[in-house]
């Protein structure tokens, strides 16, 4: 059984694929049980995972909902390379909603949605939960639903999990926090429906916003920037605000970290008890910039971690040591600043230290063995190098002296694995240059 709701139901319909999943959806009866599913997956009360203590909650930026960044697929997948680079190397489990069943009822109602919308918006996240399987995440990817709490019991939630202010306090400074930068570009206008696109530096992707004018509003019928920033604003308020507080539940029901895109971030320390000079180890681990190879997947970050677990475990040891030491004694810095530091004084020097030794044994090893290259002749195994010296006419050369260079450099080598960043050295691009 699938830990995913929608890949449970995806394999309770012996669907294995995404072109199984459309020709699915485009069948009433399909849709129907998939209605059915999410009414009764909406239902249900959400539980921790004993397994995400101290852990961490994949919050706005990061969850792989969609809701506040791009939703098409390809963006959705690039999210999941994302949240397993930012949280491998600390985390071994991340809490994230994917599609939230109150998410996916909600646009079956919609009626202004049209029916290829509607599939293409699941479809998209059918996509990310096979691709999740497919590269070995599924165990390390946990999906949960967020608490759900109608607007008239979100300040209730809000105390009772520690934010200072309920819904409407934050909806209003938050949206008093947007206004100034946004951007409006109109794109469709009729009598009807005005749509434009929304920038803002805060926003990692600019959001469409349909703005129905009131007929009965004269007002409100000439539409202009400040309109649509105006209504933007508290409608985007609203929504984070609500992200905010659920987000923070869910973190709290798993004791667990949050972790979130910067902008919300600020946002969340305003309303916390978490003082801003305060940081967790979660906070550094978020931040820590580790050195691998451009365009590196999640899929080959997982399998390294699992076929090399034991240099893993000792990354990992020696990374959480660094992290929870340099955050407890922090004063008057941020997590930033301190990640910076992680990698200055740990990981950099470790890995230049590698490097060095990894090039002197190799260099050590080939100007020994030089004797035996010049004189034209090899053997190539240290098997036949043990008993059998090479004979030249005129000249015999002994061959304990190159296998004991060999045993050297092989030794040598052992050493250099021992070392707590030898697995993040052998994931990085410096390992191929020595491979």
Not at 113 to 124: A, H, I, M, V
Not at 349 to 370: G, V
Request: proline share 4%.
């Amino acid at each position: 059984m699938a830990q995913y709701w929608l890949l449970d139901w995806l394999d309770s319909e012996g669907v294995k694929n995404v072109k199984d999943a459309r020709k699915l959806l485009t069948e009433p009866n399909g849709v129907k049980r998939l209605i059915e599913r999410a009414k009764m997956e909406a239902h249900k009360q959400v539980s921790a995972f004993p397994e995400a203590a101290e852990q961490v909650v994949a919050g706005p930026g990061f969850d792989l909902s969609g809701q506040f960044s791009c939703s098409n697929s390809p963006c959705l997948l690039k999210g999941v390379d994302v949240l397993i680079g930012r949280t491998w190397h600390y985390f071994d489990k991340v809490v994230a909603t994917g599609l939230d069943p109150w998410r996916l009822l909600a646009r079956l109602h919609d009626r202004q949605q049209s029916d290829e919308k509607l599939t293409n918006f699941t479809l998209n996240h059918i996509e990310v939960a096979f691709h999740v399987r497919n590269i070995g995440a599924e165990s390390t990817i946990l999906f949960s639903k967020k608490p759900a709490y109608c607007a008239d019991h979100m300040d209730e939630l809000a105390k009772q999990i520690g934010l200072h202010g309920g819904l409407t306090r934050m909806r209003d400074e938050l949206a008093e926090y947007l206004r100034p930068g946004a951007k409006v570009e109109v794109v469709s206008r009729t009598p009807e429906k005005i749509i434009a696109v929304i920038t803002h530096h805060q926003l990692e992707t600019a959001q469409i916003f349909t703005y129905r004018p009131d007929p009965s509003n004269e007002e409100l019928r000439e539409f202009s920037e400040y309109t649509a920033v105006e209504k933007w604003s508290q409608r985007a308020a609203q929504n984070r605000a609500k992200a905010l507080i659920e987000n923070t539940a869910l973190a709290k029901l798993n004791d667990a970290a949050l972790g979130q895109a910067q902008s919300f971030d600020s946002q969340y320390r305003r309303y916390t008890k978490q003082r801003s000079s305060e940081i967790s180890p979660a906070d550094v681990a978020l931040n820590v910039t580790l050195p691998l190879p451009e365009g590196i997947s999640a899929r080959e970050i997982i399998a390294l971690r699992s076929h090399h677990a034991a240099d893993f475990a000792a990354f990992q040891l020696a990374i959480r040591k660094a992290i929870k030491e340099k955050a407890s004694a922090a004063t008057g810095t941020n997590a930033t600043k301190i990640a910076d530091e992680i990698f200055d004084d740990l990981i950099q020097p470790a890995l230049i230290n590698i490097d060095r030794k990894i090039t002197s044994a190799t260099e050590s090893l080939a100007k020994r063995s030089a004797v035996a290259i010049a004189i034209g002749s090899a053997v190539t195994t240290i098997g036949l190098l043990a008993f059998s010296p090479l004979v030249v006419p005129g000249i015999v050369v002994g061959a304990g002296g190159i296998l004991t260079n060999a045993y050297d450099h092989i030794k040598s080598r052992q050493e250099i694995k021992l070392s707590d960043m030898y697995f993040l050295w052998h994931l990085s691009a410096r390992a191929s240059k020595h491979a």
